[in-house]
Nanobody, 117 residues
Framework: QVQLVESGGGLVQAGGSLRLSCAASGSIASINAMGWYRQAPGKQRELVAR?????????ADSVKGRFTISRDYAKKKVTVYLQMNSLKPEDTAVYYC?????????WGQGTQVTVSS
C-alpha cells in the first residue's frame, strides 16, 4: 500500500507560480511511475504530467513549457513536485498525485489551485 499526501496549493494571480508537493510513503519500491492529475469543476480528471523511474518525464500539451514534474528520493519516502509557472485561470483545479497508471485506492484529498485573472 502507498500513502500519498499533496500540499502546496493556493490562490495566485495569473502569471504567478506555485510549487506542489506529493509525499509518497509505504510500498514505494513497487512504483514505476508517478503522475500529477487535476480536476476542474464540471470536468473529468486529467493527467497533467508523469515521471518514470528513470526520471524521464511527459507533460500534457496544455502545460508544456510552463509546468515541470520532478522527484526526490529520501529514506523510505519519495516526494514528487510540480513546479507551475505562468499560471492561467484555466489551470484552476484540484490537483492530485497518484501512480501512473493511477490506482483507485491511492487518490488523496488533493490540493486546490485557484488562479485569478
Amino acid at each position: 500500500q502507498v500513502q500519498l499526501v499533496e500540499s502546496g496549493g493556493g490562490l495566485v494571480q495569473a502569471g504567478g507560480s506555485l510549487r506542489l508537493s506529493c509525499a509518497a510513503s509505504g510500498s514505494i519500491a513497487s512504483i514505476n511511475a508517478m503522475g500529477w492529475y487535476r480536476q476542474a469543476p464540471g470536468k473529468q480528471r486529467e493527467l497533467v504530467a508523469r515521471i518514470f523511474s528513470g526520471s524521464s518525464t511527459i507533460h500534457a500539451d496544455s502545460v508544456k513549457g510552463r509546468f515541470t514534474i520532478s522527484r526526490d528520493y529520501a529514506k523510505k519516502k519519495v516526494t514528487v513536485y510540480l513546479q507551475m509557472n505562468s499560471l492561467k485561470p484555466e489551470d484552476t483545479a484540484v490537483y492530485y498525485c497518484n501512480t501512473w497508471p493511477s490506482r483507485q485506492g491511492y487518490w488523496g484529498q488533493g490540493t486546490q489551485v485557484t488562479v485569478s485573472s
